[in-house]
């Protein structure tokens, strides 16, 4: 058996919360393997809504083991607030949630420094989630990280201390006031102690060696999906650098993210939505500042998961489109939220790029500092409302024209189309 991949192909928020638990009925196993609690994760089913940051998606499914993989980074507060929202709904996460040991931790300090960073960085700032993402990765590159494996550990209090005194240097010398800094709400005191007590209820969940795990599963014939988070253009290596997370988004971090080896990767599914969104800083050649980018923004209901913030809106791009699909290697593509699209008579799509008077697919270098000028075609709306549709074949014509009209660009099949934020909402082609 192989490890099939699931993730976002544009900046994040494509809708792959939704997409894995429609999904994981299928897998034994579904596994996250890059990014921490910056990740936002939305389910519909049955009337509920949930969204999840550490814990995959697939924790809905009894049947299925949720792996927090290796290369994921973890806040034991969030993780305990998520576990608290899934068991006051009846959700049983205790046999079928498994931790890496190999995972690292997100300190309360990382937070801090996270938020010393961006304040340091003033109009440059990355616009990042503040959930201590970049400092947990950099202590993890550095050498300098504590693991899930280290709560078990006899003296992980006096490792604690150590990293946590070295932050507050790094603090000190930014004048960064943290003692009224709020962490989600708590001041970092507070923060703290909660943490310290989230540990002791990870300690009673399974935490495991994935990679032998997920390697023997792979053996023993278990079918197992790997859940992207964040999105590729925010892929440390390939993203629109600086403006990226720290982790690798692509399907490459499937492999150092699980301990799998790349003949080990089945199928890729890519997953887009039908225009584009973006919440933070950084290039974005097709975003709408107009009326247009406000409809897509309040019907699609555009706000961060995590943060709140509305994300910025913008056409389809279609060169950044292929950029992901060639690094990501995808088999399918699943076309979401094409249901917002509905207000629009036209549909505008970008196609190449006008930089310097020249034509281009490519993404440049450097996407700040150039004049990009999308170059854009017009394709027939559908005017329709999509959320009742139940079967694929009941679609107006128009949405079929937009669905084969990307797939002859990107040369890539879609198999699935979204309509609505509900599983149910979901055509299979
Ligand atoms: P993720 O981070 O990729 O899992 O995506 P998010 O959950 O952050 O953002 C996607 C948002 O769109 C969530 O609020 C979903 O409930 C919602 N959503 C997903 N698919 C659709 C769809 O086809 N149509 C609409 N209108 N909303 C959708
Ligand atoms: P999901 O998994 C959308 C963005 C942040 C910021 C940049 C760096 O829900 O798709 P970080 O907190 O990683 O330092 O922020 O990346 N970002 C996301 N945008 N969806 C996400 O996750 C994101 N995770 C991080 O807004 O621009
Ligand atoms: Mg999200």
């Known amino acids: 058996m192989k490890v099939d991949v699931l993730l976002g192909l544009q900046w994040g928020d494509e809708g792959k919360g939704k997409i894995v638990d429609v999904l994981t009925p299928k897998y034994d196993i579904v596994a996250r393997f890059q990014g921490g609690p910056n990740a936002g994760h939305t389910i519909e089913f049955d009337g509920y809504k949930f969204i999840l940051h550490t814990i995959p998606s697939g924790i809905f499914n009894k049947n299925t083991i949720n792996v927090i993989g290796n290369g994921v980074i973890i806040d034991a507060y969030i993780l305990s607030k998520e576990l608290d929202n899934l068991t006051a709904k009846n959700i049983e996460t205790k046999d079928n949630l498994f931790i890496s040991k190999k995972a690292h931790l997100i300190l309360p300090s990382h937070r801090l420094l996270d938020a010393a960073y961006e304040q340091e960085k003033g109009e440059l700032k990355i616009g990042s989630t503040l959930k201590g993402i970049g400092p947990t990765y950099t202590d993890k590159t550095a050498r300098n990280g504590l693991r899930i494996g280290d709560i078990l550990s006899t003296n992980f209090k006096e490792r604690y201390d150590t990293l946590k005194n070295k932050h507050l240097q790094i603090l000190d010398y930014f004048k960064f006031d943290y003692s009224n800094h709020q962490l989600d709400g708590d001041l970092f005191d507070v923060y703290e102690k909660n943490w310290f007590k989230a540990l002791e209820r990870i300690k009673s969940y399974k935490l495991i060696d994935s990679e032998y795990f997920i390697n023997k599963a792979l053996q023993d014939g278990k079918s197992i999906l790997a859940e992207g ?88 791009d279609i060169p950044a489109l292929k950029y992901s699909i060639m690094l990501d290697g995808v088999d399918e593509l699943l076309m979401m939220k094409a249901d917002v699209l509905s207000p629009f008579d036209k549909i505008k799509v970008c196609t190449s790029y006008k930089i310097n008077n020249q034509d281009t697919e490519e993404i440049p270098f450097d996407g700040l500092s150039q004049n990009i000028e999308p170059q854009y075609e017009e394709v027939a709306g559908w005017r329709k409302d999509l959320t009742q549709l139940k079967n694929i074949d009941k679609s107006p014509e128009e949405l079929v024209s937009y669905a084969k009209y990307i797939e002859k660009l990107v040369d890539t099949p879609i198999s699935v189309i979204s309509v609505g934020p509900d599983r149910q909402q979901t055509l299979f082609r």
């Open 229 to 316: 988070a964040q999105g590729t253009l925010l892929d440390l290596e390939f993203g629109s650098y600086p403006f990226v997370t720290s982790s690798n988004t692509i399907t490459a971090g499937v492999c150092s993210g699980l301990g799998i080896s790349p003949k080990k990767v089945g199928k890729v599914f890519g997953i887009f939505k039908a225009y584009c969104t973006r919440v933070g800083s950084g290039p974005f050649p097709t975003e709408l500042m107009d009326d247009d980018g406000k409809i897509l923004r309040d019907i699609g209901n555009e706000y961060g998961s995590t943060t709140g913030r509305p994300r910025r809106c913008g056409w389809l």
